[in-house]
């Protein structure tokens, strides 16, 4: 797999220092999670690894920051110029706060309409309300477990950089240790409460991902 040298500096930066970078290298897994040549998946965003097959799963997130009045189907979520959220269309997602029911029932995507500029809305339109939405809900793509809805898995990383999904294998890198370091939580896609530890200054399923409120 080629490597390329990764730079931590930068006009908005989202680690507070250079965090420790998993060696070996991966690749994007596109069995369970779809996406599209020339998707972006921002520097940060919440992943799980995996050692023996050399592959990263994403945990897909976004927070809500508005809702159609006529048409609640209708969900612009928060992006901008550098961190926008990485859905597709036939993404199924649920409120991260509570993921239940059966992966059928689960509302998915049906279209998306993505920034063509910076600050631009992002928009999907989904096949089905979500019961009790409401604006800075955190919303979280759901996978089948069995006939039940469930979260892909507990992030234990984060990727280091952008990534733009290829046509083949798409080459990523994850941090599983910030070291002295912190991930600046509000410059990221957002991270579930779920997924933190107690304090929800670490990652639950790793407390070497140390998050900061700096801005």
Do not use: W
């Amino acid at each position: 797999m080629k490597r390329t040298k990764i730079s931590f500096v930068g006009e908005k930066p989202i680690f507070t220092g250079s965090p420790q970078i998993v060696p070996g290298g991966f690749n994007l897994d596109r069995e369970k999670q779809r996406f599209s040549v020339g998707d972006i998946i921002p520097a940060g965003t919440l992943a799980i690894f995996d050692e023996v097959t050399r592959k990263v799963q994403i945990v897909k997130t976004a927070k809500v920051k508005a809702i159609g009045t006529k048409n609640k189907k209708v969900i612009t979520l928060y992006s901008n110029g550098y961190c926008s959220p990485c859905f597709s269309v036939g993404d199924k997602l649920l409120q991260a706060k509570s993921v239940s029911g059966t992966f059928e029932d689960a509302p998915s995507i049906v279209s998306i309409e993505k920034p063509g500029v910076s600050n631009a809305p992002y928009v999907i339109t989904l096949s089905a309300e979500i019961s009790g939405l409401a604006v800075d809900d955190v919303l979280v793509e759901v996978v089948e477990s069995s006939t039940n809805a469930a979260v892909i898995g507990e992030p234990n990383s984060l990727t280091i950089e952008e990534v733009t999904v290829k046509e083949f294998e798409t080459a990523i890198d994850v941090t599983e240790d910030t070291m002295q370091y912190a991930v600046m939580e509000r410059r990221v896609l957002p991270i579930p409460d779920s997924m933190k530890d107690s304090t929800k200054r670490y990652l639950k399923a790793n407390s070497h991902i140390r998050l900061s409120q700096t801005y």
